[in-house]
């Protein structure tokens, strides 16, 4: 049975090879990702993990579709994919010296349209960052399209002093869900 990947993510690509599994095709879902009014951060990465999903699925038929969403939460405020450096700079001041919330949703359809979901929430506490940090890490160009504005697996690990959850969650792909649902469909995994 065919694996599809619903995700144009690097990331995911690499954290699924960890659980021995490549997908036969990848295939993004290209929705819009905008929160609805008043929604909390949890429900919104729950909902955009399963509309992902269900957009890729009637281009697939019988195969099984994976897809996932991450959020990275300042308490019931969701913060952005930083497509600018402004945006990027407001989210790591924002979440400089306190700590924040990552959740990581996937969904998995199987061959029979049978949809799967799973969350992972972590709590991630950064240091307090000084302006030459934030500075620096604008340069490096590594928030651009980041939820929250930094990536976990690069230079903003060092920012990190307090983990609680799921690495991996919040990289992009929970691995421990994903694993869980992966095997409830029956794919193999070493």
């Given at each position: 049975m065919s694996l599809i990947l619903?995700?144009?993510?690097?990331?995911?690509?690499?954290?699924?090879?960890?659980?021995?599994?490549?997908?036969?095709?990848?295939?993004?879902?290209?929705?819009?990702?905008?929160?609805?009014?008043?929604?909390?951060?949890?429900?919104?990465?729950?909902?955009?993990?399963?509309?992902?999903?269900?957009?890729?699925?009637?281009?697939?038929?019988?195969?099984?579709?994976?897809?996932?969403?991450?959020?990275?939460?300042?308490?019931?405020?969701?913060?952005?994919?930083?497509?600018?450096e402004g945006q990027a700079r407001a989210c790591l001041e924002l979440l400089s010296g306190r700590r924040h919330r990552v959740h990581s949703a996937v969904t998995l359809i199987d061959g029979a349209g049978q949809a799967r979901h799973r969350l992972s929430t972590s709590i991630v506490a950064f240091k307090r960052l000084s302006t030459a940090e934030i500075d620096a890490y604008l340069a490096s160009g590594e928030w651009h399209g980041k939820a929250g504005g930094y990536a976990i697996q690069g230079r903003a690990e060092s920012f990190v002093r307090f983990l609680s959850g799921s690495h991996s969650g919040v990289v992009g792909l929970p691995l421990f869900e994903t694993r869980a649902l992966l095997e409830a469909a029956g794919i193999g995994l070493g």
């Open positions: 619903a995700s144009a993510s690097p990331r995911r690509l690499e954290l699924l090879a960890r659980l021995g599994v490549v997908p036969d095709a990848v295939d993004p879902a290209h929705i819009d990702e905008t929160p609805d009014k008043s929604e909390l951060p949890a429900p919104h990465a729950a909902r955009m993990a399963a509309e992902k999903a269900a957009v890729v699925a009637p281009r697939h038929q019988g195969a099984i579709i994976l897809s996932a969403d991450t959020v990275v939460a300042a308490g019931r405020r969701i913060l952005p994919k930083a497509e600018e």
